[in-house]
């Protein structure tokens, strides 16, 4: 679909809209994709359209900027060998005491347990999402979606029908869970869109469609807009979102602050600067999130090939009671409630097995209980679940273990975090199951994402994005600093891991049902050797896939079966 300057055949343009053309509006969207005309219709308006190409030209040399000087620190801190530390540029902001984010609208302040990495394009669970006593829905196009086309449309389209009521047997959107729109990240473009000869970034056309189309009925219904956002590294970033928020509500006719949002700190760029981004943000912050796996990867993103960051086995001496991890989420908390924002913890991603009296149940319960009453010992106001099953046991416990709506009394006094506390790195080595599991999950995750699926069941848990990131960016990094297994003295080699995975494809492969599924399997095997193997540490594995010629051609034959290495149907 191809837009000109004069729109002769289009529909009706709204005066609102049109008025504030001053040029040509030159935009490619590709057609719909199959199955999805009648949602593609409803999408793409004229006026949507209209909306999309000023919102994307207005900000995408900003976008650009902000991707760039990414790179710039990274040059940086690699030529220079210099660690990050907290900004003097920026030391009034942190010193002034007297700023507060503004307070959160009344569906906010009690979200004890969101439910998390819900891609919307999976109807059926979408639907058992809204009709869950969960207090809020991570409604996720990133790290747990994949994003094609047809993903894209579906899931949007599926907001949409939340929004204004259109699922038989859910509740009013004023009633149901909250939801928490999930755009993706930076690194991600959007390539069936095209606006003024450049692929549209994909926040940008994921915002720009759930603003359009859901905004004012969430925010008239006292339900919204909320967002999550990924992957921010650094106040600048904020900075450019909080300058979209602005844009977005002026042209849609919101108050000032209308839309909340809370950022993910999942760089550890980002953790030096977490009071920052929450002063870029403060007229729309609903606060910060901490997450384990993200920000473990972020370490090896940023300074992988210095051997003194070598992270260890995540499986055996990666959890949030490491000095690194504790230490962040204590400063998040702190640094949150000091301002009046609320402060989320990270997402269980262990599953309830079916049988509620047997003791793998139990011992499934006791853990997830474990490391959920860490963060609300921390002071956190609400965490994630994946497990529809784990919502009341984590509301019950919540109510048991704190007093209110939320934390913000706890104000965590007693923390002093310093960057040798955030920059710590645990002691531990690499064990070969560990090697394994990682190079599994990389595996798996890479045909998911050839499968059309953002996510998917392994050994008792959710696998997505995040803990691919850390799985692949351990591999390359031990093989990097030729790292010797706990087990056995055997160095993690280019041999070692690629006969590792060889053994990995044989249990795998018996999960597969078709020639088609085994030769997909073999495909992610072969991309995910690729990607650890590579002299240079590729920044994101899911810029990698989505700009890979492989995953592209897999978008004209969506919605293909995955391996099913884990399938808890009872759960979805």
């Not at 991707?67 to 530390?85: E, F, I, Q, Y």
């Not at 975090?417 to 955030?422: C, F, H, K, R, S």
Request: proline share 5%.
């Amino acid at each position: 679909m191809l837009f000109t300057t004069c729109l002769k055949n289009c529909l009706s343009i709204s005066s609102s809209i049109s008025s504030v053309l001053t040029g040509p509006v030159r935009m490619e969207l590709s057609p719909p994709p199959s199955g999805l005309e009648t949602e593609y219709k409803t999408l793409f308006t004229t006026e949507c359209l209209l909306l999309l190409h000023e919102l994307i030209s207005t900000f995408d040399e900003e976008v650009d900027q902000v991707l760039r000087l990414r790179v710039s620190r990274k040059a940086h801190l690699d030529l220079s060998g210099d660690l990050p530390n907290f900004l003097e540029s920026t030391a009034h902001i942190r010193r002034d005491p007297a700023w507060r984010v503004l307070p959160v609208p009344p569906r906010l302040q009690r979200r004890h347990v969101d439910i998390g990495d819900l891609a919307p394009c999976d109807t059926q669970r979408f639907i058992k999402a809204l009709q869950s006593p969960a207090q809020g829905i991570q409604v996720d196009f990133d790290d747990g979606n994949c994003p094609t086309y047809y993903n894209q449309v579906k899931g949007i389209y599926n907001v949409f029908k939340a929004v204004h009521n259109h699922f038989p047997s859910v509740p009013h959107i004023s009633r149901a869970p909250v939801l928490m729109l999930r755009p993706r990240a930076w690194n991600i473009v959007e390539h069936n869109l095209m606006v003024e000869g450049k692929e549209a970034p994909g926040p940008l056309f994921d915002f720009g469609l759930l603003m359009f189309h859901c905004g004012k009925t969430l925010f008239e219904n006292k339900s919204g807009p909320f967002f999550y956002l990924s992957k921010v590294e650094s106040f600048m970033e904020a900075r450019l979102w909080n300058n979209i928020f602005v844009w977005t509500q002026h042209k849609l006719g919101l108050p000032l602050g209308s839309i909340k949002a809370t950022v993910l700190i999942e760089n550890v760029l980002a953790a030096f600067e977490m009071e920052e981004i929450l002063y870029e943000l403060r007229e729309h912050s609903a606060g910060l999130n901490c997450g384990i796996w993200d920000y473990s990867a972020s370490f090896v993103n940023k300074f992988g090939h210095r051997q003194a960051f070598l992270l260890p086995d995540r499986s055996k001496y990666v959890n949030m009671e490491k000095r690194f991890l504790r230490s962040y989420m204590d400063l998040l908390v702190q640094t949150c409630h000091r301002r009046g924002a609320l402060a989320t913890g990270g997402m269980a991603a262990l599953l309830l097995p079916q049988e509620p009296i047997s003791d793998s149940h139990r011992t499934v319960l006791a853990t997830v209980t474990r490391l959920k009453l860490l963060e609300i010992n921390a002071g956190v106001d609400g965490f994630m679940v994946y497990d529809l099953s784990l919502i009341k046991p984590m509301q019950k416990l919540f109510k048991l273990h704190t007093e209110g709506d939320n934390q913000l009394h706890q104000l965590r006094n007693d923390v002093t975090v310093t960057p040798d506390d955030l920059l710590s790195m645990p002691s531990g080595g690499v064990t070969l199951y560990g090697l394994k599991y990682n190079i599994a999950v990389g595996v798996l995750f890479i045909n998911a994402w050839l499968s059309a699926k953002g996510h998917f069941f392994y050994r008792g848990q959710v696998e997505d994005s995040a803990t691919a990131e850390i799985s692949r960016s351990q591999v390359w990094q031990w093989i990097r600093h030729q790292t010797k297994l706990e087990d056995d003295s055997r160095m993690v080699s280019r041999w070692l891991v690629t006969d590792l995975t060889k053994k990995v494809m044989m249990e795998l492969m018996v999960h597969c049902h078709s020639v088609r599924a085994k030769q997909r399997l073999q495909t992610a095997a072969d991309m995910f050797l690729e990607v650890v193997l590579k002299r240079d540490f590729p920044e994101f594995i899911t810029t990698y896939l989505n700009q890979d010629h492989t995953f592209l051609s897999s978008q004209s034959t969506e919605q293909v079966d995955a391996v099913d290495t884990d399938m808890p149907l009872s759960k979805l």
